[in-house]
């Protein structure tokens, strides 16, 4: 996307982007505009000057460090439903087109996965909403 496009140009080009690239061990490869493109989540990380250090350390099993409150919140925020009263797996087909992009990256380079792909857990909302709201990942340990 560049500053002459629209807001809503931007999510096409995104959303482009993400119909046509591919994933191989954890590199990202695509052609924008005729262009070959390839990056990793390190790469990714200095792009969106997001630091890409100790992902390992997110990849957890107590999921709950967070609270059942924010936990909520962020479920309400991704499945587009401020109405849930208590926090679940959100579904990708329930994300706005930027929160699917995100989540895809998540799922295929932060925290790597074959299966239930379709599903965001709680640490996939967490990292998603990290990574829309530009923060550093190193804040989902504060």
């Known amino acids: 996307?560049?500053?002459?496009?629209?807001?809503?140009?931007?999510?096409?080009f995104l959303t482009e982007f993400y119909a046509n690239c591919e994933v191989t061990q954890?590199?990202?490869?695509?052609?924008?505009?005729?262009?070959?493109?390839?990056?990793?989540?390190?790469?990714l990380g200095?792009?969106?000057?997001?630091?890409?250090?100790?992902?390992?350390?997110y990849v957890r099993e107590d999921k709950t460090m967070l609270g059942t409150e924010r936990l909520l919140?962020?479920?309400q925020r991704l499945s587009q439903q401020p109405d849930l009263k208590s926090p679940r797996s959100v579904k990708q087909g329930e994300?706005?087109?930027?929160?699917?992009l995100l989540f895809w990256f998540v799922i295929k380079n932060i925290?790597?996965?074959?299966?239930?792909s379709n599903l965001a857990d709680a640490m996939d909302q967490c990292l998603t909403d990290l990574l829309d709201r530009g923060s550093r990942l190193t804040s989902l340990l504060s």
């Open 111 to 116: 925290i790597p996965r074959g299966e239930g």
């Open 73 to 75: 919140q962020l479920t």
């Open 46 to 57: 200095k792009i969106m000057g997001i630091p890409s250090e100790g992902f390992g350390v």
């Open 1 to 12: 996307m560049n500053s002459s496009q629209t807001p809503r140009e931007g999510v096409l």
């Open 95 to 100: 994300m706005n087109p930027l929160h699917r």
């Open 26 to 43: 954890g590199v990202v490869t695509n052609k924008v505009s005729g262009k070959p493109l390839q990056f990793n989540a390190k790469e």
